[in-house]
């Protein structure tokens, strides 16, 4: 079965300064790997999607994630964030097959200090 | 263009009543999966919908059920409902409905059973 995993569940960075969001998954082939960033009150907005090539892919908003297959990782970066990035960001798998069940991690809550 | 449109966007209902929630897709959208978001956790998949028929089925309960109109446009029914059904209940939609396609949410409709 597919799982996802993100371990921290709540994140302060200052306005500025780097982000690394870390997210491990479990599936038994290649999955498709999607980040999602949920405002208060709002529903999920894609920020990038990963199948298959480039392992670095980039998305909307100035973020970027890595795909390493090694390590069962899809980790979520931003070089420099901004106040307005301060949400909740849901790593998420979903299976190539003919349906389309989308797994999402706990989350992890992102606050940003001036 | 519209976006996926849930309604209602808030909803009180009390422990043995039932509800029906109601989903809008796209525009050209013919997928829609409805998805149970408890507090402080990731989205759970419940159902997804693809020209009107049932392509896959999350781990719920029999007392929810749903339905695609032939507009595309769905509602999800729970009956009997119990105090842990209190939730967000986002609707998303897409194209084709195949696994790895951009999913769009609503911004869901949050029920509270008391």
């Known amino acids: 079965a597919q799982s996802v995993t993100q371990p921290d569940i709540h994140i302060t960075v200052s306005e500025g300064a780097s982000l690394e969001l870390r997210c491990n998954y479990s599936y038994g082939a290649t999955p498709y790997l999607f980040w999602y960033v949920q405002s208060p009150g709002q529903g999920l907005q894609l920020l990038l999607k990963y199948f298959s090539g480039d392992t670095l892919v980039q998305g909307i908003k100035g973020f970027e994630a890595e795909f390493k297959r090694s390590q069962s990782s899809f980790n979520l970066r931003k070089p420099s964030v901004h106040w307005s990035d301060a949400a909740e960001y849901f790593c998420?798998?979903?299976?190539?097959?003919?349906?389309?069940?989308?797994?999402f991690g706990t989350g992890t809550k992102l606050q940003v200090i001036p | 263009d519209a976006g996926v449109t849930q309604s209602p966007t808030h909803l009180i209902k009390t422990r043995g009543q039932q509800v029906t929630l109601r989903c809008s897709p796209i525009?050209?959208?013919?997928?829609v999966s409805w998805y149970q978001q408890v507090l402080g956790q990731g989205p759970q998949f419940i159902f997804q919908?693809?020209?009107?028929?049932?392509?896959g089925r999350g781990n719920f309960p029999d007392r929810f059920s749903a339905r695609q109109f032939p507009n595309y446009s769905s509602e999800l029914n729970v009956n009997a409902l119990l105090l842990g059904d209190s939730a967000l209940y986002l609707c998303?939609?897409?194209?084709?409905?195949?696994?790895?396609?951009?999913?769009?949410f609503g911004s869901g409709t949050q029920l509270s059973v008391l």
């Open positions: 919908y693809y020209e009107k028929e049932e392509r």
């Open positions: 998420a798998v979903a299976h190539s097959g003919g349906y389309q069940k989308v797994t």
């Open positions: 998303a939609s897409s194209l084709g409905g195949q696994g790895g396609e951009k999913l769009f």
């Open positions: 525009s050209g959208h013919k997928s």
